[in-house]
């Protein structure tokens, strides 16, 4: 039994099947696909309003848009991208901050994603925030403002003292250094889904047999023993030998478990808490930035907008440029209104590209620490001091009940394929346990 | 309408009453209390499991133990305390520790309790583990150590890098001071409730007009909008106009509301995890520490045991010696057997006390953090970096849903007396909303 239809319970769902045993996939939207949403304004401009690219080293993904036939382009790029850094416009960042960036890759060497917890300095590592090892490098207060915001921002979807050097660390460990993360050509952001990102799940599903994905079922208590398990959703009741729970911690502890999950199981779901990003949508008559020489990509150490990017998908009837906010800004804009939202954010785009970008036909956005079935993104970490402690317990099985999510991957950790990683690592589990 | 019936709860509940207003508590298990329980052994050894202390500036438990006719006693301290700090063994703590401890109490005066995010550092210190700043002052490790683990341990229940150096001086804030935390005499842990501080809170029970106080009812639902609202729990459902959650944080969250909580809520509540103490009781015959001059209190910067303190009520057919385990210690003990648990509790005993420690009657011992409708004590703590983000929305209403709980205290947080002030507080909120 499995419990949430994203990308870690498609992916066990999956494995499972193919070891020949019987699988019922419970989902509590009335969709797949988790983190990810594809959505089309009435002329047809599609907009990814969750996760929507994948890079070259993920493989796992990679395979499944082969498997479906899905085709893929890369991630637009007509111009140069804007580095908007200490009050200058520059093309490229400037050489500190990427000597800064080796120095964490450097570091994140010294992690086994398997086990951060071993790593030599994992304690003092794990005591202190990014934030705090930053300000004890020797970079200049810009060098050390851009890359919190890069790093903390784009990559952990969070402000630089919510996660601790050690589980920053160990998220770029995780990914194979820096430069596979943050890059688009070669890196995380190099390529995006026709169809929009959502559709690889959608293909996950539709390959299920009839009657194995329920939709619209939230679970909401699993009672277990060392012999199986008993879930009871809104509507039903299902036995099963095994259960996965696929769904983010946070949402994970929302589930009430009888026996109730042992001591570090549930303190290690409470301390790590979803991501804090809010991503927003601009869409014009045309990508008028393009005109100007401009990518549409732009990293910022000010302003309301860590970062941007040019997402209009080929053959678009118009052109969208998506913007990414983090930290303490995503937390003071969801205290304004809409308008006041919007205003923010297009004033901030035209300071990037123009005045033309101040004029959008729709401005649009989706708050994933709104939804219910979420509660943030883009994925959650643990929370200083928890990494070493904790850690170990957020995917060690409780009896019958074993954990997925990429919270819980090892490789590319909070993305697609560390969440379809996850997936098949619990089915293995849970294959072990059934000497399949 | 109050979900929970520990001390915020029933605090409300009279507020409530006194207004004339019609109430109904709910609560999840078929007792009162909250984080506290009195157990007795066969022979009618009194052990309180959970919270015990009542301190001289905390007036409003005063005045409910004075209302109830409670009768109190100080907590025994027959001989000299034992510090036990960079292998040396102390009646007090050198003269260091005292200094390090008045620079914390100095920077807690620049919070004002209410709005720690005012604070003029507080950005920074929000950036910061307790941890780091440790290691930023020029105290020696060894003090360093012991202050880490006496505040961090035996104020906030955690390790030193779970809370923020904001956080950490905010909870100093509400108190008052460092002396009014830490202090037996004259501190928080002055008094003792003679028949256990359970008691307290059944008698503020027991005073509620029949019919009011609904046990073994978990409240699983919220339905609600700005008119009122429905509240499901296992077995019934109930009409509010005004619906007071006076539940821990992460217990808060895991409550179905509909609509969802806004952003904001719950990623307050996603960032806030109860403390991980362990409380340990060893009964003995009698009190053999105090026949070699000790008191039965101790502190420690090494060992399992942070703190002890003898915890024999007057009267009691044996004696109580309780240990108190924090933050690393508490949770390597939490991956240990129970024999293992005691014998390395009890060796411990053993170092501070002599090798009569090491045979005790009786071994108890309480996981908070196991408890279903607790799950952690003493209580929970925004994460670094979330208290001047997210810190304002912990107890912000929404709609007619209001928050009580120790943990949006702004006095004595954490404590009984900050649990009615978070009742009294949200019992005024909807008061002043339905004009009464």
């Not at 990559?155 to 194979?176: H, I, K, N, R």
């Not at 026709?194 to 009672?223: C, F, K, N, W, Y």
């Not at 919007?342 to 123009?354: D, N, Q, S």
């Not at 620490?369 to 509660?375: F, L, S, V």
């Amino acid at each position: 039994m499995v419990v949430g239809a994203g990308f870690a319970g498609l992916g066990a769902a999956r494995e499972l099947l193919e070891a020949g045993l019987s699988v019922q996939v419970l989902e509590a939207r009335p969709r797949v696909g988790g983190r990810t949403l594809t959505r089309y304004l009435p002329d047809g401009t599609q907009l990814d309003l969750g996760g929507q690219w994948i890079g070259p080293t993920q493989h796992r993904i990679r395979e499944l848009v082969d498997h479906f036939g899905i085709s893929t382009y890369p991630t637009p790029a007509h111009g140069d991208p804007v580095v908007d850094i200490g009050g200058e416009r520059l093309a490229s960042p400037p050489r500190e901050v990427d000597s800064l960036l080796e120095e964490i890759d450097l570091l994140a060497l010294q992690i086994t994603p398997e086990r951060p917890w071993d790593a030599p300095e994992a304690r003092a590592w794990d005591q202190q925030t990014f934030a705090s090892w930053l300000a004890g490098t020797e970079y200049s207060e810009t060098v050390i403002r851009y890359v919190a915001r890069v790093v903390s921002g784009g990559l952990l979807a969070g402000a630089p003292a919510e996660a601790s050097l050690l589980e920053t660390l160990f998220y770029v460990a995780s990914a194979g250094g820096i430069q596979p993360l943050m890059g688009y050509e070669g890196g995380a952001q190099e390529t995006r889904i026709v169809g929009g990102a959502q559709s690889i799940a959608e293909h996950m599903a539709d390959e299920l047999p009839p009657g194995v994905l329920r939709l619209a079922e939230p679970v909401t208590a699993v009672e277990y023993d060392s012999a199986g398990a008993r879930l009871t959703t809104t509507t039903h009741t299902y036995t099963a030998s095994r259960v996965i729970v696929a769904v983010p911690p946070t949402l994970a502890a929302r589930i009430r478990y009888d026996p109730p999950l042992p001591a570090l199981s549930d303190g290690a779901l409470q301390r790590t808490p979803a991501g804090g990003a809010l991503k927003v949508h601009a869409v014009y008559p045309a990508p008028f930035w393009r005109d100007r020489g401009l990518s549409g990509m732009s990293t910022s150490d000010s302003g309301v907008l860590t970062e941007t990017v040019d997402n209009t998908p080929p053959n678009s009837p118009r052109a969208v440029l998506t913007g990414f906010v983090y930290g303490d800004e995503a937390v003071l804009l969801r205290g304004r209104s809409l308008e006041e939202r919007r205003r923010i954010v297009l004033e901030r785009l035209g300071e990037l590209f123009g005045d033309q970008a101040l004029s959008p036909d729709d401005y649009v956005e989706f708050d994933w620490m709104a939804e219910e079935w979420t509660r943030g993104c883009f994925s959650g970490h643990l929370v200083p001091g928890s990494t070493v402690t904790f850690g170990p317990a957020l995917r060690t099985p409780v009896e019958v009940v074993h954990w997925a999510s990429t919270e819980t991957a090892t490789e590319w950790n909070g993305y697609f394929d560390g969440a379809v990683a996850s997936g098949r690592r619990a089915a293995e589990e849970v294959r072990a346990a059934l000497g399949r």
